[in-house]
């Protein structure tokens, strides 16, 4: 079964505009972490954004929020004030809590901003 | 400076050969994975391993090997059993300890079946 759900394959923004991208995720753990990622068409993974799952504030770093909403099991991407180098595919990972370590990805969401 | 190695970054494989990926890491992290990317798509678990001589499969090891002789090191073995293996491969390694230890990755290695 599906872990994470990213429904939005690719997404157009106007430069100076936020975008939020979608998150959805499963799982029956009690705790657990979140992660955002960024993938340029060079092909590096760079890590933008953590929440943990007992975390009570939205996490937050410089441009990128997340909108985390345990109850409904989604941890949205928020980027504000869009530039044109955050044209990248971005990735929603989930590692849950059960001592193993498996860190999941879903599918992706591309993201093209527009000068 | 501390980080993550693949090599080799482009690879080529007849039909019916294996190919061994390389990806050492020199951050002491205990965890290790190994993803495969197609063209577009997300990334997919094949291997992963918390602490040297253990592993487990993800989602989608058939076709592949891997090994952890050491901290730093786990090779991904691609197998002649892989029947479609072109693609781009992701090594990752993280801390063993469980909040906000994000995933460090190598540069990836594109593999290619001619």
């Known amino acids: 079964a599906q872990k994470i759900t990213q429904t939005q394959p690719g997404m157009f923004v106007q430069e100076k505009e936020a975008v939020t991208l979608d998150c959805t995720y499963d799982?029956?753990?009690?705790?657990?972490?979140l992660f955002w990622y960024k993938q340029p068409s060079s092909g590096e993974m760079i890590f933008l954004i953590y929440?943990?799952?007992?975390?009570?504030q939205n996490a937050t770093e410089g441009r990128y929020s997340l909108n985390f909403q345990k109850a409904r099991k989604s941890a949205n991407l928020v980027i504000s004030a869009s530039q044109l180098g955050d044209s990248a595919m971005y990735f929603c990972a989930m590692r849950e809590g059960r001592g193993d370590y498996k860190l999941s990805f879903g599918a992706g969401t591309t993201v093209t901003v527009r000068a | 400076d501390g980080g993550i190695t693949q090599s080799p970054k482009y690879l080529f494989r007849k039909e019916g050969q294996n190919v061994t990926l390389s990806c050492e890491q020199n951050l002491n992290h205990d965890a290790m994975y190994w993803y495969r990317q197609d063209p577009g798509q997300g990334l997919r678990l094949i291997y992963y391993s918390q602490i040297v001589n253990d592993f487990q499969k993800g989602d989608i090891a058939e076709g592949y090997s891997v090994s952890r002789e050491k901290k730093e090191s786990f090779p991904l073995t691609v197998t002649s059993a892989q029947k479609n293996p072109t693609a781009f491969y992701l090594c990752a390694s993280s801390r063993q300890d469980f909040k906000n230890t994000e995933a460090f990755f190598g540069q990836g290695t594109r593999l290619t079946v001619v």
């Open positions: 799982t029956s753990d009690q705790s657990y972490g």
């Open positions: 929440q943990g799952s007992y975390d009570e």
